[in-house]
Nanobody, 120 residues
């Protein structure tokens, strides 16, 4: 079983910055990618950014140039640096992690989320 714990959320004014972190614990045989997602009130959970096992990154158009995803493989940590925050970035941010078991089975794990609130 893998547990994911997000941290770093909070309240900030528009134009400010926050850094989210996701710490994974438990046995991870291998990873098949990880990412950040967000869900605003009344909306679906959407992809913000993801990073594949080879380091390839993808970003939602709305955050390109403002957010940067990174990972620390040794520490099983995933980060999201968020700059130039806008009010529309307000949401609960979730860490998602794809894990490959020894059997080859793929499992997706989610953290409980961290609230990011951007005020004008």
């Amino acid at each position: 079983q893998v547990q994911l714990v997000e941290s770093g959320g909070g309240s900030v004014q528009a134009g400010g910055s926050l850094k989210l972190s996701c710490a994974a614990s438990g046995y991870i045989f291998s990873s098949c990618g990880m990412g950040w997602y967000r869900q605003a009130p009344g909306k679906e959970r959407d992809l913000v950014s993801r990073i594949s096992i080879d380091g390839t990154t993808n970003y939602a158009d709305s955050v390109k140039g403002r957010f940067t995803i990174s990972r620390d493989n040794n520490k099983n940590t995933l980060n999201l640096q968020m700059n130039s925050l806008k009010t529309e970035d307000t949401a609960v941010y979730y860490c998602g992690w794809c894990v490959i078991a020894r059997t080859g089975q793929l499992n997706n794990y989610w953290g409980r989320g961290t609230q990011v609130t951007v005020s004008s």
